[in-house]
């Protein structure tokens, strides 16, 4: 046990440090941390509220340092550390609406902080502003200084200044007094007073209007003079003196003259001012004497009226319709003048330029030929020194319109609308355009905009109607100017379309040229196109000049047999389609003759060899027909008897009956025996019966004798004419 602590022992000292210290770390726990206002969080001006910051802190120190902050509306306005458990507590001593706003409360503790829900506190009344001016009495133009004071108060603050109801200054000070100087508008006695507004973001609360203070203006006994010389019945011409003058003590301030013309300055000075000219009628209207001391204005005005000399004058031309090289006149004229002052020979007129190519006619009238171009004429008027201008007179002298050209606009086609255009080289507008057929008149066109062009909608029946329509145009006086004929072509709509076939549809044959022609009834050039049936892009596609093409196809074969037409356009832009043509490729001539000597020289051969079987089969008939059986060694008592007819089974029955045993010859007639008979009758060659006959022969000494058989002999028997009718008899030979 003893071993164990001091093992222990040297672990802990090995461990730690000579000198070092071991803090254990402390457990803080924040809670229930709330804000209250008291006596209340509406209260009225000047009363005492305290905020109570409270906060249940759980920790193992009693004593334990916390930190409390204050914030309104965001902001820190109070700090404090503390180490016991007590509320924090913060006076707000006689509050003003500056104080409102939102309040919290924050605490931290050992790294920890937990923060209180914000609380608003709302302070009501504001104290009756205060108004003090300078002085009760002021001149005009003179200004007084005002205070308005709003006791107590604090923060931003915006004050206003009133005279007689209508707001007069406005200012912003962060202080509850404001002093500023004010201008009274006009003479007379002025109610002035103030009223404030305290700024709290984000509202304002605005304070009951102050005392009201009365201050007289009193008028300066001084004021400006305007004379005008002479008084009345002014005339143009007439000299004018204008003066303006002051009239009254001389101030202490610097003042200054002005007269005026309605919107012209005509003088200034500091005394006294003048203005001396020739009236004219533009000087009707007022003239005004303005004195200006300080901000003090005063002003004297005067009405003159001058009478017209003579009016403006007005200037004209003759005839209305001005055109080149023609006569003219322009005539200038004012149309009232004062008879009492002046003379008609007084008055005189004068054309502007002088180079002119006009002369005087009379007074006020000028004439001669107009010019080639546009030309500007002015009036002048002039009497006692007055002159008058008339308004610029712009001559745009016309140009006759020339013969007019008419023409059909895109194609003519026939039995459709279109579009005839008339139109004249030169010419002033407006042209009217008339337009004809033979001669009658169908429509007027007027053409009054420099790209408006003349046209007609027209149609025709017949080619050669094209050339009965005309047009005239006219913009004069002068008698209209005609056209010559319309001279166009008239298209056909393309019809009748015909597909015709070289060489004839019974006449196509391989090898073969085709040629496919096209041809319609009307107005070239035509697009043809050759179509096959079931082929969407055409075979062929030509323009030609006339009403028919050919579309030509070189050494047919039987894959050009089917079904063609053809299609047509024209610039009427009309298709017309032919009817379908079918066309059979045959086969060609060389092809069939040869066809036909095969098949010849083939039937010959069957002949040459049918020939050669049948006489070969003939002959050998023939041998049968006289075929004769003789015995190789015969006996006296021996009989051989064989029959042979054409109508017994000849090939079954012959017989030869030796002693007493019958022995066959032939067991079956050879096949080609009924053949041969079938030819016979095929070829109607007569009946013929065939006979076996049996003839002993002479033992010839030198051949072995034959134990059994015969030597036979055919022989063919014709038929008679009897035998055809049905009569057979058939032979037989029996050995005696």
């Known amino acids: 046990m003893g071993l164990l602590l001091l093992l222990t022992s040297a672990l802990l000292s090995s461990y730690f440090h000579p000198g070092s210290v071991v803090k254990a770390q402390r457990v803080v726990i924040l809670k229930d941390i709330s804000l209250s206002m008291e006596p209340s969080h509406v209260v009225s001006r000047n009363t005492n509220v305290t905020l109570r910051c409270r906060a249940n802190v759980v920790s193992v120190e009693k004593a334990l340092s916390r930190e409390y902050t204050i914030y309104k509306d965001g902001n820190a306005i109070y700090n404090k550390t503390s180490s016991t458990s007590e509320d924090l507590l913060y006076h707000l001593s006689e509050v003003r609406v500056s104080d409102n706003g939102k309040y919290s409360c924050r605490i931290s503790a050992e790294g920890q902080q937990a923060t209180s829900s914000a609380k608003k506190l709302e302070v009501t009344g504001l104290s009756k502003p205060v108004l003090h001016v300078n002085e009760r009495v002021v001149a005009e133009g003179k200004e007084i200084t005002a205070t308005c004071t709003a006791h107590g108060e604090r923060g931003s603050i915006f004050f206003y200044f009133y005279e007689n109801a209508t707001e007069i200054e406005e200012r912003q000070v962060n202080s509850n007094q404001i002093e500023v100087k004010l201008r009274l508008s006009s ?288 913009n004069s006086h002068r008698e209209a100017l005609l056209s010559t004929r319309l001279n166009a072509t008239v298209i056909e709509p393309l019809s009748h379309p015909i597909l015709t076939v070289i060489p004839g549809l019974s006449e196509i044959s391989e090898e073969d040229n085709l040629h496919l022609i096209c041809g319609v009834r009307g107005t070239p050039p035509v697009t043809f196109k050759w179509y096959r049936v079931g082929t969407e892009l055409p075979l062929s596609t030509t323009t030609s000049d006339k009403n028919n093409t050919h579309y030509q196809v070189h050494g047919l074969s039987k894959e050009h047999s089917g079904v063609y037409y053809c299609e047509a356009r024209n610039h009427a832009n009309n298709v017309v389609r032919s009817e379908h043509v079918t066309i059979e490729v045959r086969m060609a001539l060389w092809k069939k003759l040869m066809i036909g000597g095969f098949c010849l020289l083939v039937l010959f051969l069957l002949v040459v060899v049918s020939v050669l079987c049948f006489r070969s089969k003939r002959g050998k008939r023939e041998a049968a027909a006289e075929l004769s059986v003789k015995p190789a060694s015969p006996k006296s008592d021996d009989s051989l008897t064989v029959n042979l007819t054409h109508d017994t089974e000849v090939y079954n029955a012959a017989t030869v009956r030796l002693d007493r045993a019958a022995v066959s010859v032939w067991s079956k007639r050879p096949s080609e025996d009924v053949n041969d008979v079938e030819s016979s009758v095929a070829s109607n060659e007569p009946d013929v019966e065939y006979t076996e006959v049996v003839h002993p022969r002479p033992v010839d000494p030198e051949r072995a004798p034959l134990k059994i058989g015969t030597d036979t002999v055919y022989s063919e028997l014709q038929n008679s004419p009897d035998e055809e009718e049905g009569v057979s008899q058939p032979g037989s030979v029996k050995s005696s």
């Open 187 to 474: 003479v007379g006695t002025h109610r002035i007073h103030c009223a404030y507004a305290v700024f709290v973001r984000p509202d304002s609360f605005k304070s009951e209007e102050s005392n009201a203070v009365s201050v007289t203006v009193e008028e300066l006994h001084i004021a400006p003079v305007l004379e005008i010389f002479p008084h009345s019945k002014i005339y143009e011409g007439d000299e004018l003196f204008v003066s303006c003058s002051v009239k009254g003590p001389p101030p202490t301030d610097k003042m200054h003259l002005y007269l005026s013309r309605g919107n012209q300055l005509l003088d200034r000075g500091n005394t006294t001012v003048s203005h001396r000219g020739i009236a004219l009628a533009k000087d009707i209207g007022d003239f005004e004497c303005r004195l200006e001391i300080g901000s003090v204005v005063k002003n004297d005005q005067g009405t003159i009226s001058v009478t017209e000399l003579f009016s403006v004058p007005t200037l004209t031309v003759s005839p209305a319709e001005v055109f080149q090289r023609e006569d003219i006149t322009l005539t200038c004229k004012s149309e009232s003048s004062a008879s009492e002052r002046l003379g008609q020979e007084g008055l005189t007129y004068a054309l502007e330029p002088p180079r002119s190519q006009l002369v005087p006619k009379g007074i006020g009238i000028f004439s001669g030929k107009s010019p080639s171009n546009d030309f500007n004429y002015t009036c002048v008027a002039r009497a006692k020194n007055i002159v008058k201008h008339s308004e610029v007179l712009t001559v745009r002298p016309k140009v006759p319109v020339t013969t007019p050209k008419i023409s059909v606009v895109g194609r003519a086609v026939l039995g459709r609308r279109f579009t005839i255009l008339c139109q004249s080289d030169i010419g002033s507008l407006p042209i009217n355009y008339t337009l004809l057929k033979g001669y009658d008149q169908l429509n007027t066109e007027a053409v009054t905009q420099p790209f408006q062009q003349a046209l007609f909608t027209v149609s025709v029946d017949r080619p050669d109607e094209i050339s009965k329509f005309t047009c005239r145009a006219k």
